[in-house]
């Protein structure tokens, strides 16, 4: 199978090219990516040997690109997104063009050329749960509440329009939030192991009692590599980790794991806006699909800062630059 995977150069992406080519050595990969703040040619240097792999630099929304890479294989798994919910609240219209447009880019290239598309989204778009909602699933209505949510809701519609509309052989996951290596360490765990590496305090967010359920990311490219498998046209599969946590437990774990004590904790100003809880259940794709998350979150978390310790050139090349310059204007903000 050839694949076209947008956004490959991203954390999710990233690993799920890596966990590809393990998993079907006789599958192409052809990763296009903008490389963008986010994108990091070094998430793929243990592919980029591969005769199997190849990387276009572009962008998503660049139609002529787009067609003829479209036109050259067999399904498109997109990835491609602003992901972080600080920048949308700071930069609401990169969202907009990047995950509703470019999706509309890719779709249009997909219809011409009727292509399979598998679409990768986020349970953000379903809103937020009180402590004793049940989780979200297949049938929860959309409502979305930040920036980044709501562009990404908006082009999960617009790729479900296409199947109804168009035929188009579609899929779309929504999973929770991901944890593992080549994490960007903007994100709370990424983010509170590399502070903690640097002898920097972790800022939590309000009173830390904000509920998130945690999906290794192997586990979610398990997933995603079943729903293009085996899944059904026209379907939604809601992906999550069995591991809901208030965001103090996960930082005062990840204390633990580091020998560190919680004077390195400093409680910050809340997020606008700040969704409480998020929590999925994953029942449907478990029945039909018989997958489940394998990697618990004491084993996770004990993988990822082991691999955060390993690999810091990574994370202090990623940390400087771009990066420094955003925290800036996010602490300016507050
Ligand atoms: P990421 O920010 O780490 O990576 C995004 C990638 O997309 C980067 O490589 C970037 O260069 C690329 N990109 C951005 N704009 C582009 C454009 N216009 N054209 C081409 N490439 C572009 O994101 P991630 O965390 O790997 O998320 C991947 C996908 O999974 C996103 O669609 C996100 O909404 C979804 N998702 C993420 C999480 C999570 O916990 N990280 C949870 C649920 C869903
Ligand atoms: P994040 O990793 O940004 O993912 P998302 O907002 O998509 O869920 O944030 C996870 C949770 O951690 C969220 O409730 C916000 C909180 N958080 C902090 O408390 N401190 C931080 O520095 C960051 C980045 C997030």
Known sequence: MKLLVTGGAGFIGSNFVHYLLKTHPEDEVTVLDDLTYAGNLENLKVVEENAHFRFVKGNINDIEL???????????????????????????????????????????????????????????????????????????????????????????????????????????????????PYHFPEKLIPLAITNLLEGKSVPVYGDGLQVRDWLYVEDHCRAIDLIIHQGKLGETYCIGGNAEKENIWIVKKLLALLGKDESSIEYVKDRAGHDRRYAINYSKIERELGWRPEVTLEEGLTKTVAWFQENETWWKNVKSGDYQKYYVKQYENR
């Open 66 to 180: 787009v067609e003829t890479l479209v036109a050259e294989c067999d399904i498109i798994v997109h990835f491609a997104a602003e992901s972080h919910v600080d920048r949308s609240i700071i930069d609401p219209g990169v969202f907009v063009l990047t995950n509703v447009h470019g999706t509309y880019v890719l779709l249009e290239a997909a219809r011409k050329h009727n292509k399979r598309f598998h679409h990768v989204s986020t349970d953000e778009v379903f809103g937020a749960l009180g402590t004793a909602d049940a989780p979200f699933d297949e049938s929860t209505a959309y409502d979305p509440r930040s920036p980044y949510s709501a562009s990404k809701a908006a082009s999960d519609h617009l790729v479900r329009a296409y199947f109804h509309t168009y035929g188009l052989p579609i899929t779309i996951s929504n999973c929770s939030n991901n944890y593992g």
